[in-house]
């Protein structure tokens, strides 16, 4: 019997805290999660630090002990039985490691945030086109049943016209005890700041119900109007507030985040709401922790209230994630490459872009600069 089963093998890049995460997700049986199509397979991991460092990686990951463990990512990406690579390095190293896998022909699934400026990510885009290989920005809120099921019902027009969408991601850190100047959420060197690394998240709500549910043609980047407080210390951002105009219809993207203040304030995911979707008829509320959403309040406006004869229940609906749920972005990639796709429906190349496009503009606005030597498009350069 010919068996419909699809198996994709991993090539990780880089041993730090979430690709150990990713990696550990992509060893859970995919039947867990009703996925019956496709397969997993890690054949071979590599660290910048050691070989020695790259197999305890694979070994505390659980992964079989067949697979090979590589002292550098340059000689992860010649070999043969890899069908993908997963880069999770700093956002500083995302361009210089991505490209090194697009230039020997690799399909590429690359941390959020993407590069640290668009003028990087349309580079990595068009090698892309050229070696015919699939590349997608990790943003793995994006492949959440929970999204896409929120997404159809937006669609379906249940809450009327989206008119605002408001959007958190925020920790609440003491930035000098938890993570010090070094650290890659502050360090310059490294793109730290709130921006990059959080703010993706709440942009990635705005985004992903306004602009992603507009009929492709009718896109259009928003309007940017944005504040950013920086870090004494490094001079990265630690607050950055951003509100985003969306042609056609003016509708407002509100996207916070804030390293000093969550919106939940003990940051546990179990106070308020960092989501909320409004539309004419109701909205949408989302709670738990934006990266990782497990609830939502469905609230129809008062059916009394002149104009808005909301058609829908209040209801609180919460899904069970069996795993970290990175094995979602994971699955896109796999029925990615089965189908020939280059790029995923759920964050495409051109969305990709204008997200980072967005985060530039903010950065202008705000007047956060990395070093020139990780903003350039400059390849290759020494010591990535
Ligand atoms: N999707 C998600 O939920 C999350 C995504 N992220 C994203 O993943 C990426 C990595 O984050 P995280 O795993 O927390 O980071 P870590 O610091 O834990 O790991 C980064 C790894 O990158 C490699 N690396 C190569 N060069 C450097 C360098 N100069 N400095 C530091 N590390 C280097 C190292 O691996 P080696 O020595 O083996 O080469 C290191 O272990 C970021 O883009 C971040 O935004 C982070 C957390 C959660
Ligand atoms: O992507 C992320 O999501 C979870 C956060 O804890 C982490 O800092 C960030 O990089």
Not at 299 to 319: L, M, N, R
Request: with cysteine; net charge negative; hydrophobic share 35%.
């Amino acid at each position: 019997m010919v068996s419909n089963l699809y198996t994709i093998r991993w090539g990780i890049l880089a041993t730090g805290g979430i690709a150990q995460t990713f990696t550990k997700d992509l060893l859970i049986d995919p039947a867990t999660r009703n996925a019956t199509d496709i397969r997993h397979s890690v054949v071979a991991a590599a660290s910048s630090t050691s070989s020695d460092r790259a197999a305890k990686f694979l070994q505390e990951c659980g992964v079989p002990s067949t697979a090979k463990a590589y002292a550098s990512y340059k000689e992860l990406v010649t070999d043969p039985d890899i069908d993908i690579i997963y880069i999770a390095t700093p956002h500083s190293h995302h361009y210089q490691n991505a490209r090194l896998c697009l230039e020997a022909g690799k399909n590429v699934l690359c941390e959020k945030a993407f590069t640290t400026n668009a003028a990087q990510a349309k580079i990595l885009v068009q090698i892309a086109k050229e070696k015919g290989v699939f590349l997608m920005e990790a943003v793995w809120t994006r492949y959440f049943p929970l999204v896409k099921e929120l997404q159809s019902i937006v669609q379906k027009g249940t809450i009327g016209d989206v008119k605002r969408v408001f959007a958190d991601l925020s920790y609440k850190k003491d930035v000098e005890k938890e993570f010090g100047p070094e650290h890659r959420m502050v360090n310059m060197d490294l793109a730290g700041g709130v921006l990059l690394d959080l703010g993706i998240y709440s942009l990635t709500w705005v985004f992903q119900f306004i602009y992603h549910l507009q009929p492709p043609s009718q896109r259009q980047a928003p309007i940017v109007a944005s504040s950013m407080t920086k870090y004494e210390k490094t001079g990265c951002d630690e607050m950055t507030s951003i509100i985003l105009t969306f042609p056609p219809n003016n509708t407002h993207g509100i996207a916070t985040t804030n390293i000093r203040v969550s919106h939940d304030p003990d940051y546990q995911g179990t106070a308020g709401a960092p989501i909320r979707i409004q539309g004419t008829l109701g909205e949408i509320q989302v709670t738990g922790l934006s990266f990782r959403p497990t609830t939502y309040t469905l609230i129809p406006a008062s059916s009394t209230t002149p104009g808005s004869p909301a058609t829908f229940k209040q209801e609180i609906v919460t899904h069970e994630i069996p795993g970290r749920g990175m094995f979602w972005e994971a699955d896109e990639c796999a029925r990615c490459l089965r189908d020939g796709k280059k790029e995923s429906e759920g964050l495409g190349w051109e969305e990709s872009i204008v997200i980072m496009e967005t985060m530039d503009e903010v950065r202008r606005q705000g007047g956060v600069k990395y070093p020139e030597r990780i903003e350039s498009t400059e390849y290759p350069l020494e010591g990535f």
